[in-house]
T-cell receptor, first 109, second 119 residues
Framework: GQNIDQPTEMTATEGAIVQINCTYQ??????LFWYQQHAGEAPTFLSY????GLEEKGRFSSFLSRSKGYSYLLLKELQMKDSASYLC??????????FGTGTRLQVFP | DVKVTQSSRYLVKRTGEKVFLECVQD?????MFWYRQDPGLGLRLIYF???????EKGDIPEGYSVSREKKERFSLILESASTNQTSMYLC??????????????????FGPGTRLLVL
């Protein structure tokens, strides 16, 4: 079956580092996406991993281990505007994305 | 930049009404998708389309149909709206073939969403 697990909620303070984990069990794997979604808005693309290792984009990094079915999103130097939901999604085949339920991150001053 | 637009941000309909949700993308993407998003359940795929007049069922197609007469437009139809279809509806599009893109192949770009309330 298909299963993507993320923590439901996390909290952190401004300036800190937070790691959001995602574990997956899917029938196919063709890459893993992270999206950010602010309340009431559309999800926006953050990062993509298809090979094992770390991808860094400014304050955000994403890691993938295919053998462990595991990814994480690392957010550094947290800002208030990083308060949002973060969605992990596995790409199956060429088209479909299977989404986790998302992790709601609250950043406090 | 990729732009995906949806016809309404908010809709209120009555049980039994036929509801049309429209989605338009301007980047010549082959794939288009309709999701609904509910608290605690995440994004669930209703239908998707990889070409004009083509459609595939997603995970929760019951009570919905779709239409894709033009490449840039993908419509979601609720034949007879019910209260359990109250939700946020999100449209997305993505490239099927390698072309210049803002993200890796398969990246889905989302519209702003339509919040539908069925009374």
């Amino acid at each position: 079956g298909q299963n993507i697990d993320q923590p439901t909620e996390m909290t952190a303070t401004e300036g800190a580092i937070v790691q959001i984990n995602c574990t997956y069990q899917t029938s196919g794997f063709n890459g893993l996406f992270w999206y950010q979604q602010h309340a009431g808005e559309a999800p926006t693309f953050l990062s993509y991993n298809v090979l094992d290792g770390l991808e860094e984009k400014g304050r955000f990094s994403s890691f993938l281990s295919r053998s462990k079915g595991y990814s994480y999103l690392l957010l550094k130097e947290l800002q208030m505007k990083d308060s949002a939901s973060y969605l992990c999604a596995v790409r199956e085949g060429y088209d479909k994305l299977i989404f986790g339920t998302g992790t709601r991150l609250q950043v406090f001053p | 930049d990729v732009k995906v637009t949806q016809s309404s941000r908010y809709l209120v309909k009555r049980t039994g009404e036929k509801v049309f949700l429209e989605c338009v993308q301007d980047m010549d993407h082959e794939n288009m998708f309709w999701y609904r998003q509910d608290p605690g359940l995440g994004l669930r795929l209703i239908y998707f389309s990889y070409d004009v007049k083509m459609k595939e069922k997603g995970d929760i197609p019951e009570g919905y149909s779709v239409s894709r007469e033009k490449k840039e437009r993908f419509s979601l139809i609720l034949e007879s709206a019910s209260t359990n279809q109250t939700s946020m509806y999100l449209c997305a599009s993505s490239l099927l073939s390698p072309k210049t893109s803002g993200g890796p192949l398969g990246t889905q770009y989302f519209g702003p969403g339509t919040r539908l309330l069925v009374l």
